[in-house]
């Protein structure tokens, strides 16, 4: 029975009560006609209300439900006919969200070396792109855009810049004692090479050391393989390890095998520093990498041992590296030995919101003149100073000057300016 029935209905049996008059007068009679006819009005128009007003509330919910809603768990006795959740019922999982992080330079020269000339020019452009595919699961990517000299000469026009994917590599983090990664990487036998990436923002310098350069020959810079990585806390020492196997260098040595291997044998490496709670910042370690080197129908065994002792704190910041890199020709007895290593040192002054800091830094390296496989390599001796100045937590103001010597060939010297910045 609808609600304003049954109010009509009390009324019909109060009547008598409330007027004083039986059912049966005419006057009674009447109001009770009267009183039907207003019950049916009103309840023709609660109909039409609420007709209206039913499809505009349910509108903006049906979005809300759908977002909400998770897929219904089935009961077990459930019909094997049953059909499917319409679908807006259906859970849809987002797609892994890629964090994104950019660098870049704009750099003043002027040295006295022949064949360059002085003035401004365009640092490389990189981003870094970091995706979680799972709580264990992640992918990182560097890629770097590099201006071309010779932009827009030849047939077709060559392009303005050069595209590298410099670092791509996914990597399962089982615990902190045991992560599996995949992909191309800086070679981990160098802490500057390990530490500081593309995006001159991120190292104090303007420039990376000679032995560590991209595009250098003296280390294998790029790494494609895989690597077992993980950290012990080892009574406080906290030892840190990295096992990789990959392809070594390609038939351009500063090159790595992006492609594949230029021969059968992989390159392996094995890497073990420790990070001491005891004194925070200080890092100590080294490293061994062996892989076989060809050049044309030539094969060389390639050893490499390095070791590095850092202080990467600000106040000062010490880095010290030595690498030694062993050739030897296969059915030759014959070895030949290179040497590398650089000081550097830093100090952020402690005046002025601690923008400033001053730098130095000394590096040598020394290639065996009869070594095949560093024939064009020379050997160096040179000084590098400069003062950085952070204009913001993001954006840095470099000024350095550069005094190098080669062998045969007269003193290099030069003054760079540069401003780095992340984004």
Known sequence: MKPMRFVCSLLMGASPILFGQTPDTPDTQELIRRLMSQVAQLEKRVAELESKAAPAAAAPAAPVIAALTPTPVRPAAASQQEQPPPPEMHSHPSAPAMKIAGFSD?????????GTRSGFTEGQFILHTTTALSSKVNVFGEVSFSARGDAGTGTPPATGFNAEV??????????????VS???????????????HHGQWLQTTVSRPEMTQFGGRFIPVHFVGGLVEGAVPAGG????????????????????GDAGDNNNNRAVLLNLFVKPNR???????????????TLGPRNFDEWITSGHIVWA???????AEFANVRHSENGRPVAFNSQAWYVQMGYRLPWGQQQWKPYYRFEYIHVHGADPVFTTL???????????????SFAAFKLEYRNLRRPGVPRISGAFAQTSFTF
């Open 106 to 114: 704009f750099n003043f020269s002027s040295t006295n070396q022949r």
């Open 166 to 179: 410099e670092r791509l590599v996914i990597r399962f983090d089982q615990s902190d004692f045991f992560k």
């Open 182 to 196: 995949f992909g191309r990487y800086h070679t981990p036998i160098n802490w500057w090479n390990n530490n500081y």
């Open 237 to 256: 020492l906290n030892l840190n390890y990295n096992v990789g196997l990959g392809n070594g260098r390609g038939s351009v040595i500063s090159r790595g």
């Open 279 to 293: 004194f925070y910042g200080l890092q100590a370690g080294g490293s061994v990498y062996k892989d076989k080197v």
């Open 313 to 319: 704190k600000e106040n000062p910041e010490v880095i």
């Open 378 to 392: 020379p050997s160096l001796a040179g000084s590098v100073a400069g003062i950085r100045y952070d204009l913001t």
